[in-house]
């Protein structure tokens, strides 16, 4: 949700901070601050604390240009606990001012510690609870941060990512991790420490994960990482080989326009080294299963929210449709609470861009606690569900900034199609079969191009329709997860307000939304379910609706039928998830821009979903 950056070295730090909280501001925009050791010479002097509402450039407008300090900290909101106010925004600070932390996450006990600290003569200033963390550490502070943050977070109950310094220990920033992801950032005579690789990734490519119950302490020239009890953890240090490119807008005018035209690329990233033509299967190195174990597999869950759970939906009608094995999606919140009954033979996919989203981790630690096997696919390499799961699949998309996912999505449909693949090579698709179904997949990013051509012609349509309030996406089979994301990408974007459902369902109840003020968006299937999408759509004409249809270029009766019509280009109906959402991405992105809305940084939304 919230984003961290601390940075300990030889330069000013409040310019890298700034530089890190822009990258981070995906995660989390209703305010943002930085705390700097500004003052090195004196220790009893406080912090300098700059935080302000609002988005990162207007924390600028008050932060010096040329402000000292070579130590600090920094932190983008996503409110939790208290308003969106200036005294609620980030970096909290101890009564003296000598200690100062910023935190992601939520502490479930900061009732019973705010009142217990109170006892003991500490004042308030915010409403959040990440307050309670400075003055608690404040308490039992006796002249070492690294064992006071030990001893502080063993209070705690929640989830929390840490950052907080000293003043009487200069150069000097100490990290917590329990459930909110935290980053070290190793460079060359400097050090960083942040809740995403992306803040850090212009100075260093070289990263160390913290996992849950460890802390950090970091100084310009070394780090070093422990636990709870005091165990030294020899780190990790992976390689991030993204490219600073890929977290510029690179002359798009915003990151989900960029996004969503890098998909012909990111689709075949995720494909590339993966599919054996010859012997009609895909190459899944990570699995961490064997063939025979795979053979053993009698169904299949997929845990996922938001999007990642539409691309598990879609996966769901994959496996049954090709590989006859039992499937289905569950929204992870749900799952982790419903006291999910675990079977030899099944296994379990958890699906999550960020690889943090916290409802999806805990469904998959709670599935792994009853014996189940849970497999990732994630595309933040070295994320807690990437690093936790039993095995998985990388979808390599690259970074994703804006906060509705496009390309993420794609990437996780072609990892599913791949798994779908590999399933049924060792059920009942045959050899022949599977390479047409190879030659199929590899074509989609090439089709996915031909698809984004229809540019103008999904802007012109969104034009027309932006201004009605209420919309239906409709679809059948593959199809019907693909217009749950249609509708949810309108909604988060441009706030205007959409339901997805199955076609066949519009007679037992939507039918009765249907107006002259309540478009419906059709996709049509060019299969046996085609000419039954079509009488839903006569259903609606019928009765006044106006319908937007998207069916193959060419569709002559459907065209007849709509109002407003989208040609894809011709490819198997098992493919078509692929090319239909990719109009339904633009047609939430032109709406969202015909009404002036933040398309990147939707109002109330954030990135990665670290919290309950």
Known sequence: MCGIIGYTGPKRAARILLEGLKRLEYRGYDS?????????????????????????????????????????????????????????????????????????????????????????????????????????????????????????????????????????????????????????????????????????????????????????????????????????????????????????????????????????????????????????????????????????????????????????????YLFEQIARIPSQAHLASELRYKNPIVFPGMLYFAVSQSGETADTLYAMRE??????????????????????????VYVHSGPEIAVASTKAFTSQLAAFYLLALNFARLHDMSAHQGQQYCQKLQQIPGLVQETLKLRDTVQRIAKRYCHYKDFLFLGRNLLYPIALEGALKLKEISYIHAEGYAAGEIKHGPIALISPETPSVFLVSNDHLREKTISNMKEIKARGGLIIAIAEAGDEEVSSIADAYIGIPHCDTLFQPFLMVIPLQLFAYFCALELGKDVDQPRNLAKSVTVE
């Open 32 to 316: 943002a601050g930085i705390a700097v050791n500004e003052d090195l010479e004196n220790n009893d002097t406080p912090f300098t604390v700059y935080k302000r509402t609002g988005k990162i450039a207007q924390l600028r407008e008050i932060v010096p240009k040329e402000l000292p300090g070579i130590c600090g900290i920094g932190h983008t909101r996503w409110a939790t606990h208290g308003g969106v106010t200036d005294t609620n925004a980030h970096p909290h600070c101890s009564s003296d001012g000598r200690i100062a932390i910023v935190h992601n996450g939520i502490i479930e006990n900061y009732t019973t510690l705010k009142e217990m600290l109170s006892k003991e003569g500490f004042t308030f200033a915010s409403e959040t609870d990440s307050e309670v963390i400075a003055h608690l550490i404040a308490y039992v502070y006796e002249g070492d941060l690294e064992t006071a943050v030990k001893t502080a977070v063993s209070y705690l109950k929640g989830t929390y990512g840490i950052a907080c310094m000293h003043k009487a220990e200069p150069g000097r920033i100490v990290g917590a991790r329990n459930g909110s992801p935290l980053v070290v950032g190793v460079g060359d005579g400097e050090m960083f420490l942040a809740s995403d690789v992306t803040a850090m990734l212009a100075h260093t490519r070289r990263v160390v994960y913290l996992n849950d119950g460890e802390i950090v302490s970091l100084y310009p020239h070394e780090f070093s990482i422990s636990d709870a009890e005091d165990r030294p953890i020899v780190p990790k240090i992976n390689h991030i080989d993204w490219e600073i490119s890929a977290i510029e807008k690179e002359g798009f005018s915003c990151y989900m326009e960029k996004e969503i035209f890098e998909q012909p690329d990111s689709i075949a990233r995720a494909l590339s080294g993966r599919i054996d033509l010859e012997t009609g299967t895909a190459k899944l190195g990570g699995l961490n299963l064997s063939k025979k174990e795979l053979l053993g597999v009698d169904a299949i869950q997929i845990i996922a929210a938001g999007t990642s759970y539409h691309a598990g939906m879609t996966a769901s």
């Open 367 to 392: 599935i792994q606690r009853r014996g189940g096997t849970v497999l990732g696919i994630c595309n933040v390499v070295g994320s807690t569900i990437a690093r936790e799961s039993d095995g998985g």
